[in-house]
């Protein structure tokens, strides 16, 4: 009945929201762990993989002030299976920041016109084969899948998801700016940290994919905050 309409406009908006704020939480659950998870998986990719490395000369630089951390950590998980064991964790963070981006998603629909939301489906299109290269290279890996499945996927899914990835952030992040539809600070945010996962797993971090989770952790942790805040983060236009 046409009397109903109003409630049920009000319960859609309201389950929106809802989705929203799970996708900011998302983005906090992943984002963090994604942080902590980075330097250990970092080590036990430079350490534990293949055949045990003592940590001088093996380790890369940036660890070291986080060494009485990681290497009791390292010890945990049984023998030959420590990078395998952490690196399966890189699945629920993957996840959960495919969760934020729905999150990201609903909240600007209407708001950003074609090409920020072709690069929003970049992004979840990207994440999405994020985790499809984390179940080829961590959860089935090489004894599995073999030669050429292995190193295939770990290309299509791990390199060329993140690229995808990077291309719609760029793209979201400039149609942000442009449309004056999100803050400034966090449009920046989204495409530095994007770009800067292209370099610090040969540059810094020195691990794939560490090198760019750790950047995308800081983006969709401050996400999840924006998200979550509960107040709308969307700007209204900018007047002509």
């Not at 999405?128 to 050429?148: K, T």
């Amino acid at each position: 009945m046409p009397t109903n309409t109003p409630v049920v406009h009000e319960s859609g908006a309201m389950s929106r929201a809802s989705l929203i704020r799970c996708g900011g939480v998302a983005g906090i659950a992943g984002g963090l762990p994604g942080l902590l998870l980075s330097p250990v998986v970092t080590a036990a990719g430079n350490l534990k993989w293949g055949s045990d490395l003592a940590w001088e000369g093996n380790a890369p630089a940036w660890l070291t002030p986080f060494r009485s951390l990681i290497e009791p950590l390292l010890a945990l998980p049984p023998e030959g299976e420590v990078y395998a064991t952490y690196g399966k964790l890189y699945f629920f963070v993957y996840l959960l920041f495919l969760l934020a981006a729905v999150g990201l998603k609903l909240s600007l629909e209407g708001q950003v016109g074609h090409s920020g939301n072709r690069g929003m489906r970049l992004i979840l299109v990207g994440l999405g084969l994020n985790l499809l290269g984390n179940v080829a290279d961590y959860w089935l890996g090489y004894s599995v899948l073999g030669q050429p499945w292995w190193g295939l996927l770990f290309v299509v899914g791990t390199e060329l998801g993140y690229l995808i990835y990077v291309i719609g952030s760029i793209r979201l992040g400039r149609s942000a700016i442009k449309d004056n539809v999100f803050p400034g600070w966090w449009a920046w945010l989204l495409m530095i940290t994007a770009v800067a996962g292209l370099f610090l797993p040969f540059w810094g971090v020195q691990h794939v994919p560490s090198g760019m989770v750790l950047p995308m952790s800081i983006n969709w942790l401050l996400t999840g905050f924006l998200l979550l805040s509960g107040k709308q983060p969307i700007r209204s236009p900018a007047p002509a």
